[in-house]
């Protein structure tokens, strides 16, 4: 009983300090802090307590070597980041003098802004030309379009091993495979949904409309369940940005439509068992995953494997730290190698993601625990700050909503994503160039569209005296 208060407590104080830090948890008008609060509680905060409650019956639970100290140190550490990581937002924000509730309501109530359209579609037409045929490219060698072969393979076709087979596959180089394909496709989609919102021209949204269907092929061609759920995520986020807000008799309908999504993609991908079972298919996955591996890391590290002590950064980083990159290891891909022998027996295993304060535990203990609910707090709000200070055109619209989705995504992946991601750095470079290029008064692009302009003119008035002669 004392364990169901103290997280009934944690969860008023949660939302309490989530709701200043965010201005507003209303979901019509979600932003970063937001949608990372409704993800915290559905994924973590809400299986814990199930846990508290006695309905511990996953399988996750079942391989704790000592199922009863393990929920006790799992509700223990959730307690304490409910409360402690809203409030390091809040405080962040109180020493970046940031008024969030203020400048955000500001940011959904300004006009959006275009400069050079015309100049800007040209741009992203020639990228996504560019991206698509090296797309139409990776198809060719993965040998079929993966989203089709959802709906129509045949009898023997298993997508988990075929998820491994398609992962060591790339076209011309790894790199501009995960660059310009799987990157680079759906952030120019979103760019130019807004362009299309924004101006209202066919030639915006046939583009919107080619780069959306190569973004669906892109992002289930892994045969994966999420990355479509996030990328549509995007879409509407871009829209509630786009129009100020997205009342409540909209956003539930449209909740169950992303559901239905999720639902029918666990069908399709052969999923036998009932749909609502909470200790399988999408609860399962949502409610416990997280929950499970999170009491794997408290369980494993130190008294299995010694603490990590940074492996898990990326080898640039651990380049940049002195340590030898072949050193680098991810916690949540040793949990699986450790708890989840028999997938990774048969080459079906992944790896086991959790809360991002699992992997701070794994490589520093308690205190790595502490200061990545720190350091998460002080990016999160360096990104609001930063994000509302700027002008609201189409590719901030589309960074903030890009960004929004990928810190949730991000917050059940792993802390050390928290410092480096080349992702998040590659987007924010694509923003930039637009953004400077074409979405802000440039002098160097507005002489050259006057020289353009002239030559033009010069051109007309020739051949008009031509035919007069």
Not at 377 to 384: D, E, G, L, P
Request: charged residues 15%; positive net charge.
């Amino acid at each position: 009983m004392a364990k169901i208060v103290l997280l009934v407590v944690a969860f008023l104080l949660s939302t309490f300090f989530f709701k200043k830090a965010a201005g507003t948890l209303n979901p019509g008008k979600l932003n970063i802090v937001s949608f990372i609060y409704y993800v915290f509680m559905l994924q973590t905060f809400t299986g814990t307590f199930l846990v508290a409650l006695g309905l511990d019956g996953h399988y996750t639970l079942a391989y704790l070597l000592d199922k009863e100290t393990g929920c006790v140190n799992l509700i223990n550490v959730i307690t304490i980041i409910a409360i402690l990581f809203p409030l390091s937002i809040v405080i962040i924000q109180k020493m970046l003098k940031v008024e969030v509730k203020k400048q955000y309501d500001k940011f959904l109530q300004q006009k959006v802004q275009l400069c050079h359209s015309k100049c800007c579609y040209c741009f992203l037409l020639m990228l996504s030309c560019i991206s698509i045929l090296l797309l139409i490219g990776l198809l060719y060698k993965i040998g079929y379009i993966p989203i089709w072969k959802l709906f129509f393979a045949g009898g023997n076709f298993d997508s988990s091993i075929e998820r491994t087979r398609i992962s060591t596959i790339y076209f011309l180089h790894p790199y501009i495979t995960n660059i310009l394909v799987l990157t680079s496709i759906p952030i120019l989609s979103y760019i130019s949904f807004v362009y299309a919102l924004v101006t209202k021209e066919k030639k915006w949204y046939a583009l919107t409309g080619i780069l959306f269907v190569a973004s669906i092929i892109v992002k289930t061609y892994k045969f994966e369940k999420s990355p479509m759920l996030f990328y549509l995520a995007v879409l509407l986020l871009i829209y509630i940005y786009y129009k100020g807000e997205i009342r409540l008799r909209y956003m539930v309908p449209i909740g169950i439509g992303m559901v239905g999504v999720l639902c029918l993609l666990y069908e399709v991908l052969g999923f036998n068992g009932n749909i609502l079972d909470v200790y399988n298919g999408p609860l399962g996955r949502t409610l416990y995953t997280e929950v499970g591996t999170l009491a794997y890391h408290l369980e494993l590290f130190p008294q299995t494997f010694g603490f990590l002590k940074g492996r898990s950064f990326t080898p640039t980083v651990l380049k940049m730290l002195g340590i030898e990159p072949e050193l680098h290891i991810r916690s949540a891909k040793l949990v699986m190698a450790f708890y989840g022998s028999e997938r990774v027996y048969d080459n079906t295993a992944g790896v086991m993601n959790t809360l991002f304060v699992g992997e701070a535990y794994a490589n520093w203990g308690y205190w790595g625990v502490f200061f990545s609910v720190v350091w998460v707090a002080f990016v999160i709000s360096c990104m609001m700050a930063i994000i509302m200070k700027l002008k609201k055109t189409p590719s901030i619209i589309a960074f903030f909503a890009f960004i929004t989705i990928k810190m949730g995504m991000m917050l059940e992946g792993g802390f050390c994503d928290f410092v480096y991601n080349f992702e998040m750095v590659y987007v924010a470079l694509i923003i930039s160039i637009i953004y400077i290029i074409f979405e802000r008064e440039n002098r160097f692009l507005n002489m050259a569209l006057q020289k353009i302009s002239k030559t033009r003119g010069y051109t007309h008035r020739w051949l008009r005296k031509c035919k007069k002669k």
